[in-house]
């Protein structure tokens, strides 16, 4: 029985077919369905999910004793235009075939004949194309033929991988509702299973042992565990401003492998710890052997960091020069091919630049370590759960004179001491072979800020004209300054001609572009003509800002608000008004604050005869705000966006 503990352990798994139980059958498409307008529990719903359904089974393998059969099949019904983009499908797969096979792919479009027949139109093969994603992942990529308002698409598939691990959660939700969402698998008594629910809707659970039978490498007759999940009626999970990842939020059931029980063996647990995840991928020859390698720096620059003052100013050179020498090619990855082929071809994957940088970081002796990091966008880390897929990056956690810093070499706009954006506020994993542990990546000191000084006046055919001078520091710093690498002629534009009608921008100055450790001082000129409604012009003090629209409208939300960071703006400034004017109304000076003091909102105004001199603060004192108080949010920022909207009134003297 060893042996087959072995070819047991020599697989990895998968997820998702059919034994639907009062589900229609494949095809089978009701003139009912077609006749459908819209989803009656989201009216406004572009499309909407009939039927998501699938099933993972364990059968005979080829090349190991078990493969893993996921079939899905996705019955879909675009109600108009908006939901024409779900007629293009991709399913992507392992491209290695001797490791998994996507085969099985059926598709078809079906609508309603003039005489109310249903007709259907079917995907052929040679418009199914393969698309290479990257070195490891391919999809097939199809469009369906003949939609319209109205019609139904459905599709199905399956895969076959000739291994097991960690199966694919199950996600009952979408981007647009889900009329029933249906999964099936069955676990082979062999194996154990941990399984988390992480779901807040109702749904139906069934559990029952069935007798199963392989015949292939093992003729096996055995238990098998039978889970049947369905949810019905599932509400979209649209995107909503300044929300986390969507992982975080879907409605889903996850399934781990925990242990592999075989007859007359002891049980193997196959439950990792942290520690033991950080010693293998020491010893993997794309991550830890990739740390020893030995990388000559040019002459000039290795001179330049044995004489620089102390650990830190080592630090900046050797990150300087690789931001400013190396391209990243866009691609996230945790291993590298090789950090010597790297810094030959003076680019690669953010694991290739990373794990290159850790290894000049270490021949000057500077404390290092590699991090894995889950951005923002790929999702939460369960700390219960110390398995590698979590993770979709490694950057660098670097200690240079009792300092932290954490360092990505593929952004060459972040500065080292500031956390990267991506993964400001999430929690990572440092590999070291006797301290390997979770960090939590946050500096409380470390704020978004923008300070606004506007200096004009207006003239006797009520154009306001002046200067504005914005000083961009942490968070508000960084974006601006690749903006303008990128494309100085369309900066102002992008930035700042924005939320007023004929505002004209112009003799833009920037400084500090090149100085990460200063604010990016930005100066122009402006000018347009102000509001006015009969005898009285009108203009906003709110200039320049990035808090021109509020985007917290709707009454519901369903997501955490995550702006990342905290926020401070300062907005402040002197306006003329012409001698032959006067002040017919002023905004009130005020102070709003958050009940839970977590915003604070200040304004103060003086005016002499013909001028006003402003000042307005806000601060974001948090970085998040729980969907529990998004009522209370939502209220405050309706209150906030209201006096950021008081105009200043004036008109011409009697």
């Given at each position: 029985?060893?042996?087959y ?8 798994p998968?997820?998702?077919v059919?034994?639907?139980k ?9 003139k ?5 307008k819209s ?26 004793p ?5 079939e899905?099949r996705?019955?879909?019904?675009i ?21 998994e096979?996507?085969e ?21 093969k ?15 990529t199809?469009?369906?033929?003949d939609?319209?308002p109205?019609?139904?698409?459905e ?13 694919n959660?199950?996600?009952?939700q ?6 029933e ?19 807040t ?16 490498r ?15 009626n ?8 300044f ?18 029980i ?28 990739q740390?020893?390698?030995n ?24 990150h ?7 391209e990243?090619n ?9 950090v ?16 290159m ?5 270490r ?16 999702g ?17 956690l670097?200690?240079?004179?009792n ?61 306001i004209?002046?200067?504005s001078?914005i ?10 300054v ?39 001082i ?7 003509q ?32 995550d ?15 012409p ?9 009130k ?37 729980p ?26 003297k009697?």
């Amino acid at each position: 029985m060893k042996f087959y503990v072995a070819l047991f352990l020599s697989i990895l798994p998968a997820c998702a077919v059919f034994a639907q139980k009062g589900l229609p059958a494949f095809g089978k498409v009701e003139k009912e369905e077609l006749e459908m307008k819209s989803c009656d529990f989201d009216p406004d719903a572009e499309a909407m999910y009939l039927y998501d359904v699938g099933e993972v089974t364990f059968d005979a393998g080829v090349s190991s004793p078990f493969a893993i059969r996921n079939e899905r099949r996705v019955r879909i019904k675009i109600f108009n235009e908006k939901g024409f983009p779900f007629a293009s499908v991709k399913i992507p797969y392992i491209s290695d075939e001797r490791f998994e096979r996507l085969e099985n792919i059926s598709a078809a479009t079906y609508n309603l004949s003039e005489t109310g027949s249903v007709v259907k139109t079917e995907v052929e093969k040679k418009v199914q194309f393969k698309e290479q994603l990257n070195k490891s992942w391919a999809a097939i990529t199809f469009a369906f033929p003949d939609v319209k308002p109205g019609s139904i698409i459905e599709y199905k598939y399956t895969t076959v991988r000739q291994a097991f691990s960690r199966i694919n959660p199950w996600i009952f939700q979408a981007s647009v509702p889900v009329k029933e969402s249906y999964f099936r698998i069955v676990f082979p008594e062999y194996f154990r299973f941990s399984i988390q629910h992480l779901t807040t809707q109702p749904y139906e659970k069934s559990q029952q042992k069935i007798n199963q039978s392989l015949r292939g490498r093992l003729n096996l007759n055995f238990t098998g565990e039978e889970y049947i999940y369905r949810m019905t009626n599932i509400p979209a999970l649209r995107d909503e401003p300044f929300m986390r990842a969507e992982r975080d939020y879907l409605q889903r059931v996850e399934f781990q492998l925990s242990q592999i029980i075989l007859p007359d063996e002891p049980i193997y647990n196959l439950s990792n710890t942290w520690k033991s995840l950080a010693a293998d991928l020491l010893e993997h020859p794309n991550f830890g052997e990739q740390l020893r390698r030995n990388i000559s720096l040019p002459k000039e620059i290795d001179q330049a960091i044995k004489a620089a003052p102390d650990k830190t100013a080592q630090l900046r050179i050797i990150h300087d020069y690789i931001r400013r020498n190396f391209e990243w090619n866009g691609e996230a990855d945790i291993y590298t091919d090789g950090v010597k082929n790297v810094f030959a071809s003076k680019g690669g994957t953010n694991a290739d630049l990373n794990l290159m940088m850790l290894n000049i970081l270490r021949d000057y002796k500077i404390e290092s370590y590699p991090l894995l990091v889950s951005t923002r966008d790929n999702g939460k880390v369960t700390p219960f759960y110390p398995f590698l897929d979590q993770f979709n990056k490694v950057i660098i956690l670097a200690v240079a004179d009792n300092r932290y810093y954490i360092i990505n070499a593929a952004d060459r706009f972040n500065p080292m001491h500031i956390i990267p954006y991506d993964v400001l506020g999430t929690t990572a994993f440092l590999i070291d072979k006797n301290n390997a542990r979770l960090v939590d990546l946050w500096n409380d000191n470390m704020v978004k800020g923008q300070t606004i000084i506007v200096s004009a006046s207006i003239d006797n055919d009520n154009v306001i004209a002046g200067q504005s001078i914005i000083t961009s520091k942490g968070y508000a710093r960084n974006p601006l300054v690749k903006s303008y690498k990128q494309s100085p002629e369309n900066f102002l534009k992008t930035h700042y001609q924005i939320g007023i009608a004929g505002l004209s921008l112009d003799s833009l100055e920037v400084e500090n572009i090149d100085e990460d450790s200063l604010p990016l001082i930005q100066k122009f000129l402006f000018k347009h003509q102000v509001g006015h409604s009969g005898e009285y012009h009108y203009f906003n003090l709110n200039m320049f800002t990035d808090l021109q629209k509020n985007p917290f409208v709707k009454e519901k939300r369903y997501t955490d608000i995550d702006f990342g960071h905290k926020q401070s703006y300062l907005i402040t400034g002197r306006v003329e008004i012409p001698e032959n004017a006067e002040f017919e109304a002023l905004p009130k000076n005020i102070q709003l604050i958050m009940p839970d003091t977590s915003i604070v909102f200040r304004r103060v105004i003086q005016k002499d005869e013909n001028a006003l001199s402003f000042r307005i603060n806000i601060d974001f004192l948090s970085p998040m705000y729980p969907v529990e108080n998004y009522e209370t949010f939502r209220e405050f920022y309706k209150r906030l966006f209201a006096l950021l909207n008081e105009q200043v009134v004036y008109k011409k003297k009697s």
